[in-house]
């Protein structure tokens, strides 16, 4: 198999215009992405410094758009030197294009306040969802291994699997014709190239998971319908997760030095510190060469242009490694074989990693950056302790008050006025249509025949219907921005309701 094999612009949907050139196909992928209202909240969800006024800081929307730049270029440069130095006849549009749009939509499913937040909703449903479910079936589930699997999107919560839910099922364009099961209707090539973890439980020795229970069929399906191994990354993927880990920590370093957390001088000291032994080649020790001076330079009028200087020094060298190590292992990847990443076993490794490790001394760690994020690891923990109230109902009980919601939508309903769960039927009200659609798709489907959960044991009807309303809440929350989380969660703690 050849990667030009593996850019089949066939949908899950259905949709894909036969008489389209693959690139076509490629670029709609695009459209669908920059006019989707989760890809546009990306621009008040924080990269570090969540609820930041300064615009000159970055946003994830503004982070994805950087990522997406260095994406492109990447492919560029690797489909180039495929064709050149092993004759593939690889269409560079549709390449870059995938890549592109992979790179945009990487931080799509990232709740508020990034991983703190995805840490409060993992422990919330740790600490509370035996409880919870207790609370809604009045009694104790089955065996442990029974709730365990129950709850495993939850305890497993992270940004990546849920950015393919939302791709897969939060993100419809109604007017387009799209039905809501099939999200944005993105082409294959771009869903599988958003998977960095292809499993949907950690396999030993693992930190995260790829996509959800829920997803799962859908993500099978992607890979048998343009004959990929399942449990495999896509190779497309490698350049998406490159560019990442290329972009993030200089860019976070950047934001520090913009809001006088950390200077220049001081960054480049500890960085030079961390690789002064190491040696890459010329091009490594140029870049030490450049650490190095800037490690002596004082004061604030020099920072914003040697910072750029550096940056755009280390990029490119990073992504010329990138480019090598892809076109090295290019056999193992399309194999599905290759082990780690293009930043693995190289120079830029070293680099890569020295940056993160004065990340994690002087910018993670700095009052500014943990300051909100133990306000953010509160917000989200109190959201899901209230919302959760739904979580405790019977299933007749919520899907009543589902129903008299429903009614309430487009008349005056005496039903909503006396509603006998007065609290339960105005917190419902507060869960978007967005999420309320999805709940109600899987349900429907699954009442038709048409879905089942397969791996998750012998759950009963009523067990998957709690799963699904489970999933309605963490999809809500999920899709917040920052800011509104903390005005929501204001607001049920009465604390501002203006």
Not at 414 to 434: G, M, Q, V
Request: charged residues 25%; contains cysteine; glycine residues 8%.
């Amino acid at each position: 198999m050849s990667l030009k094999d593996l850019l089949n612009p066939v949908r899950l949907g259905g949709m894909a215009q036969s008489s389209r050139a693959h690139s076509e196909e490629f670029l709609s992928d695009h459209s669908y992405i920059v006019y989707c209202t989760a890809f546009r909240r990306l621009q008040q969800k924080a990269q570090v410094f969540s609820l930041e006024t300064d615009s000159a800081i970055r946003s994830r929307l503004t982070h994805s758009l950087e990522v997406a730049d260095t994406g492109r270029r990447l492919a560029n440069d690797i489909v180039g030197r495929l064709r050149e130095e092993k004759g593939e006849d690889v269409d560079l549009l549709s390449v870059c294009s995938v890549v592109e749009n992979a790179c945009l939509l990487h931080d799509i499913g990232n709740p508020p306040f990034g991983h703190f937040g995805e840490m409060a909703i993992q422990k919330w449903a740790r600490d509370n969802g035996l409880g919870v479910y207790k609370e809604a079936f009045g009694r104790a589930p089955e065996s442990r291994t029974h709730i365990n699997l129950l709850l495993s999107d939850f305890i497993n919560f992270d940004g990546n699997p849920q950015g393919i839910r939302t791709i897969l099922h939060l993100g419809a364009v109604k007017t387009s014709g799209l039905d809501g099961k099939n999200g944005l209707n993105l082409t294959i090539p771009t869903i599988l190239s958003v998977i960095k973890y292809p499993w949907h439980i950690k396999p030993e020795g693992k930190k995260k998971i790829g996509y959800f229970f829920s997803e799962k069929d859908d993500v099978e399906t992607c890979c048998f319908s343009i004959g990929w191994n399942k449990g495999i990354k896509y190779p497309l993927m490698y350049i998406m997760e490159a560019s990442d880990d290329i972009c993030y920590s200089l860019s976070d370093i950047s934001d520090g030095i913009e809001k006088g957390v950390i200077t220049l001088a001081d960054f480049c000291k500890d960085l030079f510190d961390e690789i002064v032994y190491v040696s890459g080649g010329e091009d490594f020790d140029k870049i030490k060469s450049l650490i190095e001076y800037n490690s002596h330079r004082r004061g604030k009028s020099p920072q914003k242009d040697s910072l750029n200087e550096l940056t755009i020094t280390i990029c490119r060298y990073m992504m010329k490694t990138a480019a090598d190590s892809f076109l090295e292992n290019y056999d193992r990847i399309l194999s599905g074989t290759y082990e780690g990443d293009l930043l693995t076993n190289n120079s830029s490794a070293i680099l890569k990693n020295a940056i993160k490790t004065v990340c994690r001394k002087n910018l993670y760690r700095s009052y500014e950056a943990e300051k909100v994020e133990i306000s953010g690891f509160r917000i989200i923990t109190g959201l899901l302790t209230h919302f959760s109230t739904l979580l405790s109902l019977k299933k007749e009980v919520f899907e009543n008050l589902l129903e008299i919601k429903e009614k309430g939508r487009t008349k005056e309903c005496d039903e909503y006025k006396s509603a006998p769960r007065d609290i339960e039927l105005r917190i419902l009200s507060r869960i978007s249509n967005n999420a309320i659609n999805a709940y109600k798709s899987y349900k429907a489907l699954y009442e038709s025949g048409g879905y089942r959960p397969f791996g998750m044991g012998n759950i009963t009807d009523r067990e998957f219907e709690w799963w699904l309303r489970f999933h309605m809440i963490i999809d809500h929350i999920s899709g917040m921005t920052d800011r509104f989380a903390l005005e929501t969660y204001q607001m049920f703690e009465g604390i501002n309701i203006a």
